[in-house]
């Protein structure tokens, strides 16, 4: 009874990859072909197979004693253990020989003609020069001296085959790209890529690995590398993604995230590959050029300091390159690789990982506190409704009582905003009664500045005395403001204007504030403007832009506004620029749009007159038609034509 013989295949792996070499299977298919076997004694029953016998050599050498021992693991996998008295090596072809003999003779034959292999290509390096030249080009010199190539071994029935694919993958033979009398006669033959340095021949070959298997393309062939090949790219399947906390600096909590693929225990940090991937690509370069290139492709990522490369599917890469903006930047990572995030964006990080496909999920290990943060943020929940404060001596009304409750949430989050209103609807109400209940709570324990245009800085002074009397305000504007200087650390409010905090910076810089309120924040949307870069260094414990129109002609200024309410929430203007900016304005990306819609969300509110309840009458219209007068009609006459 053949046993487990009877569903030995050495056709399928394990049996033929990890056990026996398809090369080392079909010379036993020779030997036995040839009648070099015989079986002495076999014991073979469901679970095991002993076998004794001799293979005679096929050019008149010794004859070799062969024994076999084959099982099956608890598992299922095979185990075979084979000697031949010849080989100092276990499972040579003499012992795939006697194991074809065997299932012969007990009733199990296996299928010969199944046993017709791929052809082999080799990848291997070799210095491919004769010596007749000196090779004066440098780059030449060290690509040919160490050239990655292959050759085609076996299977001669589909030899056009393999070099049609070879050919449309962008492979030419060496003597197509080198003369040949100064190329080795034994590597003329031999495939290589035309790239001319030894780094561009190397990505070519990656490019190669990472999306052109030979099986998944139908040709019949497998590729075997030599040791000195050196390159290897990974199809990796385990990906993973982790924050943890870091050290608090300044009081703001840190959280560091690093994002990569698993190989057997070691863990691969694939972010500062990425960084360097993102170095090598031209300055033009953006996500929507990923979006140009077949979905199936892979895009081999070099791991650093190594030949070894992974293979990202461009749907991946995108996805993580979409995410992670602040990989744009110029240097965003920590001497150990991991990508240091404020904890709001932390937070943001695993909202957006939780709404990500499987495929394209980031982020599988953080804090559970980390996704209740960023369940509150992304419905703006407050840790408890906050009531119009006593002694506030005006009515808000309903969108603007929300607007109160949205700044109360900002600040127990510790995060600033941009309070975008329609002009008309009550930006500046808001806001006092905001700073009216940080005073009433003691939090507000310094003063509290707001910066506005000139000509607005009387109606906040008149605003504050009439809605919040209870609260100390001083202006500082006019040629003898600087006389109440040494007052201004007493005072509630401190109101003054974009041209006298670029004047007296100094003055300004050295006071410590509770919050520092930008009313009409588009003055600073210049980020490269005096006033722009003295705003950001003012010191504050809470940041607010009031601005009814955040957007007046492009998305670098919602950057500037964001960027002085919230630092780093849009990471540095480059990778903004590259991420969302240009793809919006240049192209109409829709999916860049959607996440940075997404990611300023929580700290942008913005109500339209037409959107809220004002409580007005409806309105009326009434048309009336006067005559002009002469100089009237002269006048619009001039300016119609």
């Known amino acids: 009874m053949p046993g487990i013989l009877e569903t030995l295949s050495l056709r399928d792996a394990p049996v033929c990859g990890r056990i026996f070499s398809p090369e080392q299977i079909q010379r036993g298919v020779r030997y036995f072909r040839e009648g070099r076997v015989k079986v002495v004694t076999s014991n073979v029953n469901g679970t095991f197979a002993g076998i004794f016998g001799q293979v005679h050599d096929l050019n008149g050498g010794p004859t070799a004693e062969v024994s076999v021992v084959v099982r099956r693991t608890g598992d299922g996998d095979w185990s075979i253990d084979g000697r031949a008295s010849t080989e100092r090596q276990s499972n040579t072809d003499r012992v795939v020989a006697l194991l074809l003999a065997a299932k012969a003779e007990l009733g199990a034959p296996e299928a010969i003609e199944s046993l017709k292999f791929p052809a082999t290509i080799h990848c291997f390096r070799a210095d491919v020069r004769t010596g007749i030249l000196h090779w004066d080009d440098y780059d030449a010199r060290t690509l040919l001296e160490n050239l990655p190539m292959a050759r085609v071994i076996g299977r001669d029935d589909c030899d056009d085959q393999i070099e049609t694919w070879l050919r449309r993958c962008g492979l030419r033979r060496l003597v197509e790209l080198y003369p040949w009398d100064e190329i080795d006669p034994a590597c003329r033959e031999c495939y290589a890529f035309p790239a001319k340095t030894l780094a561009e021949q190397e990505m070519r070959w990656a490019e190669f690995l990472a999306n052109h298997p030979p099986q998944e393309e139908g040709i019949d062939a497998r590729l075997d590398f030599s040791t000195d090949f050196g390159l290897s790219v990974m199809q990796p399947a385990d990906w993973y993604g982790e924050i943890a906390e870091t050290e608090s600096e300044d009081g703001i909590d840190w959280f560091g995230f690093e994002c990569g693929i698993r190989i057997g225990r070691e863990k691969v940090n694939l972010l500062p590959c990425l960084v360097e991937y993102l170095r090598c690509q031209p300055s033009n370069f953006r996500l929507s050029d990923l979006k140009q290139l077949d979905p199936k492709t892979r895009i081999p990522i070099r791991i650093e300091d190594s030949s070894r490369y992974v293979a990202i599917p461009v749907s991946k890469l995108q996805a993580v390159l979409g995410i992670l903006a602040e990989l744009f930047d110029d240097d965003p990572l920590d001497p150990k690789g991991k990508l240091k995030l404020h904890s709001l964006r932390a937070a943001q990080l695993v909202m957006e990982s939780s709404h990500s496909g499987e495929g394209n999920r980031l982020v599988d290990q953080a804090p559970d506190y980390l996704l209740k943060s960023a369940e509150d943020l992304e419905h703006l929940r407050p840790q408890a409704d906050s009531e119009v404060p006593q002694g506030f001596q005006a009515t808000l009304r309903p969108y603007q009582e929300d607007g109160f409750r949205w700044l109360q949430f900002l600040r127990e989050q510790g995060l600033g905003g941009v309070l975008a209103?329609?002009?008309?609807?009550?930006?500046?109400?808001?806001?006092?009664?905001?700073?009216?209940?940080?005073?009433?709570?003691?939090?507000?324990?310094?003063?509290?500045?707001?910066?506005?245009?000139?000509s607005v800085v009387p109606n906040w002074e008149k605003e504050a005395k009439k809605f919040a009397p209870s609260l100390t305000v001083l202006a500082l504007q006019g040629n003898q403001r600087k006389k109440y200087y040494p007052v201004l650390k007493y005072s509630d409010l401190v109101v003054t204007s974009y041209p006298v905090l670029l004047r007296d910076a100094d003055e300004l810089l050295a006071q410590e504030f509770h919050y520092v309120v930008l009313d009409e924040a588009h003055t600073i949307k210049n980020a490269g403007s005096q006033v722009t870069q003295v705003a950001w260094k003012i010191k504050a414990r809470h940041r607010l832009a009031l601005s009814g129109t955040p957007i007046e002609n492009h998305l670098g200024e919602l950057w500037s506004q964001l960027d002085l309410a919230m630092p780093g929430l849009l990471g540095r203007r480059a990778a903004f620029d590259a991420i969302f900016r240009r793809p919006i304005e240049k192209f109409g990306a829709i999916e860049p749009l959607e996440r940075l819609r997404a990611r300023i969300r929580p700290f942008l509110l913005r109500r339209t007159k037409e959107s809220v309840e004002l409580d007005l009458p409806p309105k009326t219209e009434v048309v009336e038609y006067v005559d002009l007068d002469t100089a009237q009609r002269d006048l619009y006459e001039s300016l119609r034509l």
């Open 421 to 454: 209103d329609d002009m008309g609807l009550g930006k500046t109400v808001q806001t006092l009664c905001h700073l009216f209940e940080e005073k009433k709570s003691g939090r507000g324990n310094l003063p509290c500045l707001i910066i506005a245009p000139k």
